[in-house]
Each structure stands twice: as C-alpha cells, then as structure tokens.
C-alpha cells in the first residue's frame, strides 16, 4: 500500500518531470508527431480537402510558366496565330481558379487553425488546473499563463496554413523538376545539385534556430511572469518605493528578449541571404548553358524561357519552405511544451486513488505521520491526533513549525510520506480527491476574491445555489450589512483580488462563500490582523455559525477560538509537543502556557504566536 501512496509519487513524479525534461532539450518531429496525430485526426477530411484544393491550385500555378514555350516558339516566331486563344483561354482560367482555391485554403485552413487554438487552451487549462498542489509551487504563474496561452498559438501552423503550405510547395517542386528534367537533363542536374546544397543549408538553419526559439519562449513566460508579479503586488512595490528596480529587473528581462529576437533575425536574414545567392547562382548556371544548348540546337527560346519560369516556380517554393519551416519549428517547439504540461499526472489519475467517497461525517486521523517536502527535510514527525466529527481541533505553534502543513495535508494537497491521514476511516492516499473536496470548506487568512462581483465571489463555492441560499448565506456572515450599502449591491465589482473591500468585508465574503458551500471539514487560518471590534465581532459570529457541526480546523489566532475548541495542539518544530483543552494546557503550565502568558499582555484577544505580526517578547 505505502508505496503506491502520491507523497511518494509527488516526488517520484518531480523526479520524472526533471528527467523528462533533460530528456528532450530539442523537439523533435518524431517526438511531438503523436500529438500531431491527435490533433489532425478529427480534422482529417478537412485536410483531405485542403490538400485536393492544393492540388488543383498548385497544378493552375504551372500553367502559366507552361504556355510560355507555346507562345514564344508557335505564336511570337512562327506566327501561328490559331493557338493564341487556347493559350490564352488557358492561362485565364488557371489563374481564376487558382485564385479561388487560395482563397478557400486560407479561409477554410484559418478557421481551423484559430478553432484549434481554442480546443488547445481549454485542454490545456482544464488539466493545469486538475494538477496537484506540487506542481503550482514548482512553477511560476507567469509561466504557466505562457503555457496556456501562448504555447498553443503556434500550433495553428501545423493545421493552418503552414503544413498545407509546406507539402504544395513540395509538391510544386517536384512537378517543376520532372518538368525540367523532361526539358534539359544536363542543366537539371546542375541546378538540382546546387539546390540540394541549399536544402541542406537550410535543414541546418533550422536546427539553429529551434533552440532560439525555445529559448524564447522560456524567456517571455520569465518576463511576463515578474511582470504579473510586480502589478499585482504594486502595493508593495510602491511602499518600499521599488519602481526603478523593478523596472531595471524588467528592463533586463526585455533586453534578453531583444538579444534572442535579434539572434534568431541574424540566422533568418542569413537564410534569405544565401537563398539570393543562390538563386543568382542558378539563374547565370542556366543562362550560360541555355544558351549553349539554344546554339547546339538542342532549345527552342520558347523552351529557354519556359524552362527558367519552371525554375522560378521551384525555387520559390523552396525559399518559401525556409519561412513555413521556421513557423512549423515554432510550433512544435510550443506543442512540446504543451505536451509536457498535458503529460503532467492529474491528482485524480493516480491509480490507488481510486476510492470515491460518499457523503462523509468527518472524522479525521493522522495515524504516526511523517512528512517532508524535500527529501531528507522532514517537516513533520509522528503527528498523531484525532478529530472527532463536528469538533474543533486548533493547530498554535511558532511560524515555521508545521500548522499549515498539518492542514496541507488534511486537505490533501500533499500526503503523508510515512503513516496515514484518514477521513471517515478512509487513507486520503487511496480517496479521490475530486469526491473529498466537495465536502472540504476553506477560509484562509489571505481571502482569493476575483475580480468580479461580490454574488460571484460568494456563489463560486456553489455555482448552482438558489437566490435564496445565497441571501440567507450573505446574512449569516453579515456579507448584506456592507453589499447592500453600495449603489451596485451583490454587483458590485471588488476589484483585483478584492482591493476595493476592507479586510473585514473581504472577510466576511469569505465566510458568506464557505457556508454556502456547506462543507463537512473547515479549514479555518484566522487572519492575525487586528479589525476594530465590531468587524471582529461580526467575523466571530459568522464563523461561529459556520464552524457549528462540522470538524474544524484552524489556525487559530484568537482567543475566542482557542478557547473554545476541542482540542489544541500546540505544534513545535514539526511534532505536537503539547495537547489538551485551553484550560488543561494552561494548568499544565507548558509552552502553550508560555505562548499565552508572553503574548496576553500585548493583544487582548489576539494569540500571536513567536515569529508572527509584530510582537515584542515580553
Ligand atoms: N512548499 C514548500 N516546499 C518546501 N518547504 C516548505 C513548503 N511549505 C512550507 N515549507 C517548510 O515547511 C516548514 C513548515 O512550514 P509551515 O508553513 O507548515 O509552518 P507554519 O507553522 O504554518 O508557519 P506560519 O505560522 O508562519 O504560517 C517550514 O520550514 C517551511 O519552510
């Protein structure tokens, strides 16, 4: 049983993510080609169709070079007058439906393409949200916002434009040389050895600029991240007058950027340098020869002329295929970023999390549990305690000693790497997370309000609750007393992260959510803040509703609380050093005892413990 639990498997899957990705520094086509599959498989006739239009368009593109031979040889030096209106008539309607085909391509390939990028985004978002706990604190937001945004768009080009782009173009080619080779075998031989070299070139070019590319990427997920922090947290910024280094860590970010973009330019312009040469190159090689063949009697000028038209139209394509190269490289360097994220292992998926529970009581064990979120760095030693249902276990201790890692893992955002958390009997290493989170409420010091209105903010914990749930929730925790002051009522916007309530109100909404939710365990971490006393004393009310009949626990900062719970532990260095109820733990005199007596002088009925707000040591 022990080894198959996800603590273990959180640092197995850290492990594997490591490996994973020293294991792919360079995407390669193979590599993302399932991915490939995947996406064009439901798109299959689409592309079917799109390649049936290519061909029919890139089929009219010859036309024209073709009828060059005609016109010159039959029309412009024989004279003969009758086949002008079928060369003509010829190279009219092939130019109409060429266009027509181009038209329908891009519309048709576009559509697609910006469909996908949808498709790809939700998916993506959708399974970075089903993702433990382990794998936000690994990662920075900004980048997985990059992630989920950004990565993505590239893909467009393999169902967009691009692959279609790639593969006519390919197909031009090739017609063109067979053509070629049907008019002058010497002088196709020729220009098809200098192409070759340029085609090497290029497969060359591309291979350094994908690592550019996938250093850019990196890059801009940096910068947009710190970006994001440093807005969000102005506040801060503004208060240690921090504006200039912030913007000197930004304006370093941006010039890193710079210096990729520019690298990535250099290697693009090189490439459209050596294509130019190259084509001189072609164009005097066949010139020189044409004209000794022409001499020799070997080539018409009508087949001269025709022949450099075919040349032209296979060079284009090849130089064409340097852009649609670099923007399919993009793209599967973002769709092997995407695939890594999408190969990250979802909390649900793990195997022996199999267990869904039902409705639960509430009775929660820690059986001799141990805990480390970095090997060989042991937070937690033999914890060991039990909350019976509907009582409130209070978790005091100094800052650093394990609190919230003991609630962590009640919550099951990490599990025990030795002994066990059980809910109703049942170990939270066996449980689906999904069917015990339902019944899991929390309110957190830091309250997470969006940016959105006060009803939306309430009403996430439970999307589907009446008006009147909603109501009688907002008056138990005092949430009408300020919203129906304002102009908007429920509709007004709280502004990011709530900055437009005060701490109370913000507070208080987050109460209003966890009733609403009506969970069987809470998780409390009161705020240390001191709120004047009617605010505190509405809070108190609003929590005492909400903690009445389910197992609660907190973090617990007043004295109310502690007072009147079950239970107390008082955590140290990570074992539970002491445990009773106030009054045993006072009798006894001990490092609650201490705690208490230190900090009762300073805070009326704030219980601070070492290391939190701004405590003098008595
Ligand atoms: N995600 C994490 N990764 C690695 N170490 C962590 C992580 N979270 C916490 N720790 C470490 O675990 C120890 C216990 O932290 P925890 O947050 O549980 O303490 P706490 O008692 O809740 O403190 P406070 O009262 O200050 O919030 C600390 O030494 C901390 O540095």
């Known amino acids: 049983m022990g080894a198959e639990k996800p603590a273990r498997g959180g640092n197995i899957q850290r492990a594997a993510a490591a490996e994973l990705s020293l294991k792919r520094p360079k995407p390669k086509f193979r590599d993302v080609w399932p991915e490939i599959k995947e996406l064009v498989k439901p798109r299959k006739w ?26 010159t040889d039959e029309v412009f030096i024989k004279h003969h007058m009758a086949i002008l209106p079928e060369v003509v008539g010829a190279v009219l309607l092939a130019t109409i ?25 939700t998916k993506v978002q959708a399974h970075v949200g089903r ?9 920075r937001t900004g980048a997985l916002v990059a992630r989920i945004m950004s990565d993505v768009e590239g893909v467009r080009n393999i169902i967009g434009t ?19 080779l049907m008019q002058s075998v010497p002088m196709t031989i020729v220009t098809g050895v200098i192409m070759t070299i340029f085609a090497l070139l290029v497969q060359r070019a591309f291979k350094t600029i994908r690592p550019i590319f996938r250093e850019r990427a990196k890059l801009n997920a940096e910068v947009t991240g710190r970006l994001t ?20 860590v930004f304006a370093g970010g941006v010039e890193k950027l710079l210096n990729n973009v520019i690298s990535s330019l250099t290697a693009q312009s090189l490439m459209t340098l050596s294509s130019t040469v190259i084509m001189g190159v072609v164009g005097a090689v066949v010139m020189w020869m044409g004209a000794h063949a022409n001499a020799a009697g070997k080539l018409t000028p009508g087949g001269y002329f025709s022949y450099v038209m075919f040349l032209a139209f296979m060079t284009a394509p090849l130089i064409q295929l340097v852009n649609i190269g670099t923007q399919l490289t993009e793209a599967m360097a973002g769709l092997d970023r995407t695939r890594e994220v999408l190969s990250e292992i979802e909390e649900d998926a793990n195997a022996a999390q199999h267990h869904a529970l039902g409705p639960i009581v509430g009775e929660v064990k820690f059986n001799h549990v141990n805990f480390s979120y970095v090997d060989d760095k042991p937070v937690l030693h033999d914890i060991n305690f039990e909350s019976k249902p509907g009582t409130v276990t209070a978790l005091v201790g100094s800052s650093g000693s394990g609190k919230s890692t003991i609630i962590s893992l009640v919550c099951g955002f990490h599990f025990a790497n030795e002994g066990s958390v059980t809910v109703d009997g049942h170990d939270l290493a066996t449980v689906k997370l999904s069917s015990y989170r339902g019944q899991l409420g929390v309110v957190l010091q830091e309250t997470f ?36 002051r304002f102009e908007d009522g429920y509709q007004t916007i709280v502004g990011e992260r709530g900055v437009k309530l005060s701490g109370g109100q913000r507070q208080r909404l987050s109460i209003a959510r966890a009733i609403l939710a009506d969970p069987r365990i809470l998780i409390l971490d009161e705020a240390t803040s001191s709120l004047d006393s009617e605010s505190e004393a509405m809070i108190q009310q609003g929590l005492n509703y909400l903690m009445r009949g389910r197992t609660t626990f907190v973090i ?19 074992r539970i050093v002491e445990r009773g109820t106030h009054d045993e733990l006072f009798a006894m005199q001990g490092r609650y005892y201490d705690l208490y007596t230190r900090q009762h002088g300073l805070e009326t009925n704030l219980f601070l413990a070492p290391g939190e707000g701004d405590t003098v040591t008595a």
């Open 229 to 248: 922090e440093s807005l969000g947290g102005v506040r801060v910024v503004k208060g240690y007058h921090a504006e200039e280094s912030e913007s000197r």
């Open 556 to 574: 617990a900062h007043r004295l109310s609380t502690i007072r009147k719970a079950d239970q107390i532990l008082v955590v140290e260095q990570g």
């Open 162 to 180: 691009g692959i279609v782009d790639f593969v006519g173009g390919v197909l031009t080619a090739i017609l063109a040389f067979a053509y070629l």
């Open 46 to 71: 689409l592309l079917v169709g799109s390649f049936c239009l290519m061909l029919v368009n890139r089929a009219c593109s010859l036309v024209l070079p073709a009828s060059f031979k005609p016109l």
């Open 131 to 139: 993702l433990p706990v382990s794998y936000y604190d690994e990662n």
């Open 97 to 121: 439906l060429q266009g027509i085909t181009s038209y329908s391509l891009t519309q048709l390939l576009s559509t697609a393409g910006q469909r996908l990028i949808a498709e790809l985004r």
């Open 449 to 484: 309000l969006f940016d959105g209105t006060i009803r939306e903010n309430v009403v996430f914990s439970r999307p589907d609750a009446t008006e009147e749930q909603f109501l009688e929730a907002c008056r138990i925790a005092r949430v009408d007393e300020f919203a129906e």
